[in-house]
């Protein structure tokens, strides 16, 4: 195998004996075993693990190993997945009007802090077209009204698909998804937004938050579902305000927190740090990579 670092992500009913028999499974295949995170919800009796192994000097292809662990899964009912590592992600980046979670996306990502390829950015307005052009990353702009949303969604979706897309992050883009649309996707489309929800829903938050004297202000980053902004939450993160916050200081802090956040929760999806049970995601931290 000429991957190096495998990792496989696990989820099953928890029960005696899964650590052994999964490491011995490792073990016996020629892998080191690099890092082993564990977590049992004893409510709903369920077991995660995230492993990440060493297959230097192992001889099993890819296609052998996934066959083989599967006659390990199967009676155990386990829901795996593998990453070899070996490939970087293709990803998306729908925006509207605001810039600063895109600028910090693409920053990240042309300094390698997120091991991706933008491939392109989608927007619904013409407005930020000047930044992919900085760093060169082809730009749709793909007007939408309530009228042509469908038509424009099914564009949106022969450019993902065409552009073998594997994640697509709504950098605070202002449409709907619709349940079509993020169905095609599933746990693929990551979006960003304040953390008030669902209180001060609409336009201008900040202007709410601020006359309702918050003294808490945060984002949230979550996996996209048919519940609008209710999808499995990968990364929050609030700050501490006070009375003499105005709505501008509010929203400028909101912006930075949002920036962090989302850039975290890109993170932990690219590095295959999260396992979705049912509308909580298990979020792993990183293990010395």
């Known amino acids: 195998m000429k991957s190096q670092v495998v990792s496989f992500l696990i989820k099953c009913p928890d029960q005696k004996g899964l650590v052994a028999k999964i490491t011995s499974f490792f073990y016996d295949k020629g ?3 690099l890092s082993s995170q564990q977590y049992v919800n004893s ?8 492993i990440r192994l060493n297959a230097d000097g192992t001889n099993i292809s890819k296609e052998a190993l996934e066959k083989s662990f599967l006659e390990l899964a199967a009676p155990l009912h386990i829901d795996w997945s593998v990453n070899y590592g070996d490939k970087k992600q293709n990803v998306a980046i729908m925006v509207s009007h605001t810039s600063h979670n895109l600028y910090d ?11 991706c390829n933008v491939k392109m950015i989608i927007s619904n307005h013409d407005k930020l077209r000047y930044i992919a052009e900085m760093f060169n990353i082809p730009f749709y702009y793909l ?6 949303k469908l038509e424009q969604e099914a564009q949106v979706k022969d450019l993902l698909d065409s552009n073998a897309i594997d994640l697509v992050i709504m950098a605070r883009y202002m449409q709907i998804l619709s349940a079509d649309f993020i169905n095609h996707y599933p746990e693929k489309i990551i979006n960003i937004h304040h953390s008030f929800l669902p209180a001060f829903q609409g ?14 202000i945060g ?3 979550h996996y996209a579902t048919v519940d609008l902004d209710e999808g499995p939450i990968i990364e929050q993160d609030v700050k501490p305000v006070t009375h003499e916050s105005t709505p501008t200081t509010l929203k400028r802090i909101g912006a930075d927190i949002e920036k962090l956040v989302l850039a975290r929760a890109v993170k932990n999806h690219l590095n295959h740090q ?3 049970s049912g ?3 298990i979020v792993f931290p990183e293990a010395g990579e």
Request: glycine share 4%; net charge positive.
């Open 219 to 221: 984002a949230t980053a």
């Open 203 to 216: 336009a201008n938050p900040y202007r709410k938050a601020y006359e309702r004297g918050v003294k808490l």
């Open 43 to 50: 409510i709903e009796n369920k077991y995660f693990m995230r």
């Open 143 to 148: 007007p939408v009204t309530k009228e042509t």
């Open 105 to 115: 996306l693409l920053e990240r990502s042309k300094e390698g802090r997120l091991d």
């Open 274 to 276: 999260i396992i979705v």
């Open 279 to 281: 509308n909580r995601a």
């Open 31 to 33: 892998f080191n075993i």
